[in-house]
């Protein structure tokens, strides 16, 4: 079955900007949660959304947001860019967001902001 | 305060040597844990994971990982490593609880680089 899809895989945006990044999960996966990859901070939850509900929200400020579509692909958006949100972004997918079943990883977008 | 350490941030080892990538994680989140392997530009792949059961766990490229409960650890071992094992290794844990569904905390990761 297709894995996590991932776009764009990379991006170059400008301070100031808005982004919006799309995660497609696998196929009868209907949880999909959001990873902030940097050099510094190395990989931080974002949020997770579980049937069109957040239903888990990790440490960023609000320019960070996501949703989840009837179909259960993600799209995150981040308002106001700044230089540190410069970061590989990952999302991943599982059955219903518990350990349990696994999570399976996209190969992530990489946001560069100048 | 739920965390996971890994003790080395760079392990070098020469080919066909045999390597140990340290884990620990603290005693606050649950038993789940999970090691991943990212490539350069790739996302990140799981390796193995712990869940219940047996100890010691092993992936299919000869990695193994045994779970400790009273030292808090679980370390990643393979007794011969190969060039295409040059990666960062994840180690990972599951929260648990109702609050916590679809996060991972992961430790700081692990750069291996094997030598020829």
């Known amino acids: 079955k297709a894995g996590v899809t991932q776009t764009p895989r990379y991006l170059i945006k400008t301070r100031g900007q808005q982004v919006t990044l799309s995660c497609s999960p696998i196929?009868?996966?209907?949880?999909v949660s959001w990873y902030q990859q940097t050099p510094g901070q190395g990989l931080q939850f974002l949020f997770e959304?579980?049937?069109?509900?957040?239903?888990n929200k990790g440490n960023f400020p609000g320019r960070f947001s996501g949703r989840q579509f009837s179909n259960s692909r993600s799209e995150m958006n981040v308002s106001t860019l700044e230089l540190g949100d410069s970061a590989l972004y990952l999302c991943?997918?599982?059955?219903?967001?518990?350990?349990?079943?696994?999570?399976?990883f996209g190969s992530g977008t990489r946001l560069t902001v100048v | 305060a739920q965390s996971v350490t890994q003790l080395d941030s760079q392990v070098p080892v020469f080919e066909e040597a045999p390597v140990e990538l340290r884990c620990n994680y603290s005693s606050s989140v649950s038993v789940y844990l999970f090691w991943y392997v990212q490539y350069p530009n790739q996302g990140l792949q799981l390796l193995l994971k712990y869940l219940s059961g047996s100890t010691l766990v092993k992936s299919i490229n000869g990695f193994e990982a045994e779970f400790n409960k009273s030292q808090t650890s679980f370390h990643l071992r393979k007794p011969s490593v190969h060039i295409s094992d040059t990666a960062e290794y994840f180690c990972a844990a599951y929260p648990g609880g109702s609050g916590n569904t679809g996060k991972l905390i992961f430790g700081q990761g692990t750069t291996l680089q094997v030598k020829p």
């Open positions: 959304y579980f049937s069109e509900t957040q239903r």
């Open positions: 196929s009868g996966h209907r949880s």
């Open positions: 991943a997918s599982s059955l219903d967001g518990r350990a349990l079943y696994g999570y399976t």
